[in-house]
């Protein structure tokens, strides 16, 4: 009896570990294919910043020069067209850079209205909802014409319905849906070592504050109220990046690198399923007190938001954003958008920190091995003392 058993059990696991590596297999020979390339490639290795960079690449195409000067950095943020435009550029970078981390970036909150040619994966999803989903479109009711209209937030986008009361489709929601097609068609291949998911909010009601339209979030053709449309929403939202996290599981079990998981913006929302969140445009006046244009709210919340939370300030911030940067342990810095620059501020070895920060009468401070840095929030303004040794 005890033989029989264990008979089961063992063909129970062996069935177990084949559907795995069925289900794994694009990734697992994708893989071994990228090793093969990576060691035929004649390309000399980059030097990392000192500190701790990366850089938001939301373009959907790649130049050599690029992809040369992105490599610097330790993380990227890569529009998930590059996999399909110019795969070969993001080997590259691994190649001069091993330890670099990439990660898928993708807008599941809206669509293009229009179709580019440089948007092979997009397109499909345009075409796909558009024409046989529609009712996945986000909409709106005029509350003096009641007249329906399509949701908008970005100019030339439309946005979906990531909400658990989006209507099924052929038994899926659109969140269910984009979710599996991201695993499926995005996730599995090597060259990422994550996901970025842009517009990860749990409320969505602000965006139609003060208009006389309402979003419909149940598609029922009346306007709801901004606290149910906000419940839908966050629901959704949990439930799409806590099935992307489910997937990371799985994943993990066949590369030596974990997955990750970053969403902006920079509140300490959907913790348990992302390892960092990205404040674009720091400091940010939106999460909370406006002290300082957010800069205390924003620096509260970026100690909370995991090991890979990154502070991504406009070029003119820099040095600003650089100094509140090594305030914290856990953050990195990015400049703009699409900007493949080389930034001398970053050639900068601070060693290690002395102790945490301190503040007295609203400047702060902190000090390294190598040098002290200084803020002042209010004026945004900042000082890196090297030290002579």
Known sequence: MKKKLLLLILLITLGLISILLFKQRHLIWQGLKDKRELAQMNIAPVANYPIKTAAYWTSPTMGERDALNLARHDLLIIDLENKFNNRYRLLEIKKMNPDIIILAYSNPMEIFTTLYQTRPWQNKVIKEITEKRPAWLLKTVSQERQSLQFANFWPGMIM?????????????????????????EILSDPIFDGYFQDNGTVNISWVYQNKPEKIDINSDNKPDSDAFIDKSWSKGQNRFLRSIHGYSFWRNLFRSR????????????????????????????????????????????????????????????????????????????????DNAGVFPEFEIDPGKPRGQSTSYDNLYARDYENLRVEVDPLLQKSTIIMYSH
């Not at 269910?176 to 695993?183: E, N, S, V």
């Not at 400091?283 to 406006?290: A, E, F, I, T, V």
Request: glycine share 8%; proline share 3%; hydrophobic share 40%.
């Open 160 to 184: 979906l319905n990531i909400s658990a009361t989006c209507p099924r489709i052929n038994g899926e929601r659109y969140y269910q849906w984009m979710a599996k097609k991201l695993k499926r």
């Open 258 to 337: 974990k997955m990750l998981i970053l969403s902006n913006k920079g509140d300490t929302n959907l913790l348990k399923y992302v390892d960092g969140k990205f404040f674009e445009k720091f400091p940010n006046d939106y999460l909370g007190d406006k002290w300082a244009f957010g800069w205390g709210q924003s620096m509260s919340n970026a100690r909370k938001t995991g090991p890979y939370t990154i502070l991504q300030v406009e070029r003119h911030l820099l040095q600003f954003g650089l100094a509140s940067t090594l305030l914290l342990d856990n953050a990195y810095i990015a400049v703009g958008q």
